[in-house]
């Protein structure tokens, strides 16, 4: 099987570090060419299933702006501009939690799109937190710590609690792990 | 918690069926107004887990543009302007693999992005699948359909064959349910 090629790139849309949207001429194995294939560019993003010395999940009740209600999260953020995912995934959970990991497993890292990109999700389990405190609250939303066992978050997820695709892929994963 | 609402959108780009950008004029709960934050229209979609009466689990073997090299890939596809979630997956299973199912269970709704939208991902398991023939060979992408076992079904999650963040999430519920 042969990959698309990409031929040509143009821009179609600028809303800064957090959406770019390019038009791709795309040519398929066969020759047929697609003259204006979407392809939409957002910031890489983490999640960490983090877990702590006494076997608490770090989970947040919050709001965010795709859904409705509340959700249960995972810690989660954007890379900054070269930033290493890993890096990202340790930052966040300090600035967010407050705690610290020195076990760290990759979960994989998977677009969020298969035909238009949508940014990279880097997902981590961080296994043996400890509080070391520093947290920064500087998101925009509202969020409450919890500390699940292993059973409140299975049901978190098997109840749809958990609210969005990214999520969801990296708690199941960390469970799996 | 209260939710963000919002005030106005308008439209930034519009690139037909596949994809639309807004511009929201979101309200947070204190009262900040953000003018304009990026609104990703695309169409929602399905995934499926569907099992034979066999107990083979029906996979593609494909390429797809966001991803590199080829894919393991669950049953999947857009739904049509008003069309029912489950009706789409019925469909797509037919449309795809020749089989149908009697046995739907939905594994959970979700948006790809917790802050753009991105359209959102319905899930389902699809049990006891039976060949009934009627294939329609119209996607772009060339593709191989695999009839696995759910021991290589958890080894291609495992591995990071399955490559893309929808297909990880409905996998990973699907091996749960």
Chains 1, 2 share one sequence.
């Not at 698309?4 to 795309?26: I, P, Q, S, Y």
């Not at 509202?142 to 978190?156: D, F, I």
């Not at 609690?161 to 994963?173: H, L």
Request: glycine share 10%; net charge negative.
């Amino acid at each position: 099987m042969k990959p698309w090629k990409t031929n040509r790139r143009r821009d179609l849309l600028d809303c800064g570090k957090f959406l770019r949207v390019e038009a791709h001429e795309v040519e398929l194995p066969d020759g047929t060419v697609i003259p204006d294939w979407p392809w939409v560019i957002s910031p890489d993003f983490i999640n960490v299933v983090a877990i702590t010395t006494k076997d608490r999940y770090l989970f947040f009740r919050q709001t965010k702006y795709a859904i409705e209600g509340t959700t249960i999260a995972p810690v989660g953020g954007y890379l900054e501009p070269g930033e290493d995912p890993l890096e990202t995934a340790k930052r966040e959970l300090q600035e967010e939690t407050g705690y610290q990991s020195a076990d760290w497993t990759p979960l994989g890292a998977y677009p969020a799109d298969a035909n238009r990109g949508c940014g990279t999700g880097h997902f981590f389990l961080a296994r043996g937190c400890t509080h070391v405190g520093g947290e920064v609250a500087d998101d925009l939303e509202e969020q409450e710590l919890l500390r699940l066992s292993r059973g409140e978050v299975e049901a978190a997820l098997d109840s749809g609690e958990i609210k969005v695709m990214s999520w969801v892929a990296c708690v199941a994963m960390g469970l799996r792990a």
